[in-house]
């Protein structure tokens, strides 16, 4: 009589878990969309497309969008200004640093970058933004 109790126990603690995993991943993804809304938007513009004749590149399947995660994070913690190339076009823009948003509200943007405007990459977690962020500081910037 003991196995079945344990194994519907099991079983119902499962799927409270995954609900959970479910819901908090829907979360991130609304905290991240507003996040963006907020700080990204007036230049990458609300579907990703940027503006190429002001020099703000698309966040849409760009080698630094998809590509590791350790790079994007740097990117939003000094900011960007150099001749770079993305899908195909210069780009000398400046982007000021991010680094005024915190490490789950980084994660949570990129997250959401990362998972819309056709872009289908992983999620960015909280612990990677802490240690891009201790390695940064350690490179002294
Ligand atoms: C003031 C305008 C501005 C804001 C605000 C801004 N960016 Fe940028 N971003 C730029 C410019 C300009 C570049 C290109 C810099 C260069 O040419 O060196 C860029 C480059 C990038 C790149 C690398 C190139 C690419 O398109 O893949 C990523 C990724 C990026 N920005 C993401 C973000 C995210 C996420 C936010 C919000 C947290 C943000 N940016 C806020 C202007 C901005």
């Known amino acids: ?30 905290t991240g969309k507003a996040i963006y809304v907020k700080h990204c938007m007036t230049c990458h513009q609300s579907d990703g497309t940027g503006v190429q004749n002001m020099m703000i590149p698309p966040l849409i399947k760009t080698d630094y969008v998809l590509g590791p995660k350790a790079a994007i994070i740097k990117i939003l913690l000094n900011g960007l200004n150099g001749d770079i190339k993305v899908n195909g076009d210069n780009y000398s823009g400046e982007m000021p640093s991010q ?43």
């Open 99 to 141: 680094a005024v948003l915190k490490n789950s509200e980084i994660a949570a943007v990129l997250t959401y970058v990362r998972s819309s405007f056709g872009n289908k990459a992983s999620p960015v977690t909280v612990s990677e933004v802490k240690s891009a962020r201790a390695a940064n500081k350690k490179a002294g910037l």
């Open 1 to 30: 009589m003991r196995r079945p109790f344990f194994l519907i126990l099991f079983t119902f603690l499962s799927l409270i878990s995954q609900a959970q995993k479910r819901k908090s991943h829907v979360t991130y993804r609304v």
